[in-house]
C-alpha cells in the first residue's frame, strides 16, 4: 500500500515537472525581451547572436536608399546604428520607439530583419476642438 501511494506520487511529481518545463518553454518563446544599444555593444559574444534591440529612433538619422532603410537607435545615452532591409511599418519615425530583431555585425552597425513600433502604455485623450481632427 505505502510503495503504490510512494509510486503514485512520484509518478504525479514527474507529471507536474514536465508540465511546468513545457509552460516555461512556452513562455520563453512568446514573451518579447529586448536589450538596449548599451548592452548589445557592451556584450563581446554579441556578434555570435540574434537579439532584439530596443530604443528611440534618433531624430535626423533616418536615410532611405532603395529599400535600404538606416537609422540610430538611442537609450539612456548609448547610440547604435542599425540597417533594416525592407519596408518599416507606417507608424515607424523618428523621435518615436523601436524594437528592431536582428544581429550586431564585426562593424558594430546592428543589421536588422525586422522592425517593431514600441508603443508607450500611456492613454492621453485628444486636445483638439470637438469636431476637429487630432493630428496625433
Same mark, same amino acid.
Given at each position: 500500500?505505502?510503495? *503504490? *501511494? *510512494?509510486?503514485?506520487?512520484?509518478?504525479? +511529481? #514527474?507529471?507536474? +515537472?514536465?508540465?511546468?518545463?513545457?509552460?516555461?518553454? +512556452?513562455?520563453?518563446?512568446?514573451?518579447?525581451?529586448? =536589450?538596449?544599444?548599451?548592452? !548589445?555593444?557592451?556584450?563581446? %559574444?554579441?556578434?555570435?547572436?540574434?537579439?532584439?534591440?530596443?530604443? %528611440? !529612433?534618433? &531624430?535626423?538619422?533616418?536615410?532611405?536608399?532603395? %529599400?535600404? #532603410?538606416? @537609422?540610430?537607435?538611442?537609450?539612456?545615452? /548609448?547610440?547604435?546604428?542599425?540597417?533594416? =532591409? $525592407?519596408?518599416?511599418?507606417?507608424? @515607424?519615425?523618428?523621435?518615436?520607439?523601436?524594437? !528592431?530583431?536582428?544581429?550586431?555585425? &564585426?562593424?558594430? !552597425? @546592428?543589421?536588422?530583419? /525586422? #522592425?517593431?513600433?514600441? /508603443?508607450?502604455?500611456?492613454? *492621453?485623450?485628444?486636445?483638439? &476642438?470637438? $469636431?476637429?481632427? %487630432?493630428?496625433?
Amino acid at each position: 500500500m505505502i510503495r *503504490r *501511494r *510512494r509510486g503514485r506520487t512520484a509518478v504525479v +511529481a #514527474v507529471l507536474l +515537472a514536465a508540465g511546468a518545463l513545457l509552460v516555461t518553454s +512556452a513562455l520563453r518563446e512568446t514573451l518579447t525581451y529586448y =536589450r538596449t544599444p548599451g548592452e !548589445v555593444l557592451g556584450d563581446p %559574444d554579441a556578434t555570435s547572436q540574434r537579439v532584439r534591440l530596443g530604443g %528611440d !529612433v534618433v &531624430p535626423g538619422s533616418l536615410r532611405r536608399t532603395g %529599400d535600404l #532603410v538606416v @537609422f540610430r537607435l538611442v537609450e539612456n545615452g /548609448h547610440e547604435i546604428t542599425v540597417e533594416q =532591409r $525592407g519596408v518599416p511599418p507606417e507608424t @515607424f519615425r523618428e523621435g518615436e520607439g523601436a524594437i !528592431v530583431e536582428g544581429t550586431l555585425s &564585426p562593424d558594430r !552597425v @546592428f543589421r536588422s530583419d /525586422h #522592425v517593431v513600433v514600441r /508603443h508607450g502604455n500611456e492613454y *492621453r485623450p485628444s486636445t483638439a &476642438p470637438p $469636431g476637429s481632427v %487630432d493630428a496625433r
